[in-house]
């Protein structure tokens, strides 16, 4: 939960709508105490770069939400092969479609 420092729940920010949201359920917190997975922040302009990135290079408009995965790819796909080596596999859902958010993306871009 994003809280401020009396304690209160902030107010959270995205161009996402699907992401504009302070909290996020126990099992999050679950797995990430487990070490069995990583959060990264990404701001609306990374996000905006995620959606170029993959329109450009693979002809599919992200949802903005999807868009925030893509603009870690490249670092994770760095990383990935400096720790196993150049055949590692990087699987990637993209799990929204970006018509739904192109208003959002035309007044960013």
């Known amino acids: 939960l ?3 420092d009396a304690g209160q729940v902030s107010l959270a920010h995205s161009l996402s709508a699907g992401l504009d949201y ?3 359920g126990p ?3 679950h797995l ?4 069995r997975v990583d959060y990264h922040p990404v701001t609306d302009e990374e996000a905006l770069d995620g959606v170029k990135l ?3 290079t693979e002809g599919i408009i992200p949802a903005l939400e999807t868009a925030h995965a893509v603009a870690l790819l490249p670092d ?5 092969a400096e720790d196993r080596g150049p055949d590692a596999v990087l699987v990637f ?11 959002t ?5």
């Open 2 to 4: 994003l809280q401020d």
């Open 22 to 24: 302070p909290g996020v």
């Open 27 to 29: 099992e999050h917190a």
């Open 32 to 35: 990430r105490d487990e070490g």
């Open 54 to 56: 993959l329109s450009e």
């Open 76 to 80: 994770l796909a760095r990383t990935l």
């Open 93 to 103: 859902n993209c799990s929204g479609r970006g018509d739904k958010d192109m208003e």
């Open 105 to 109: 993306i035309a007044e960013h871009l």
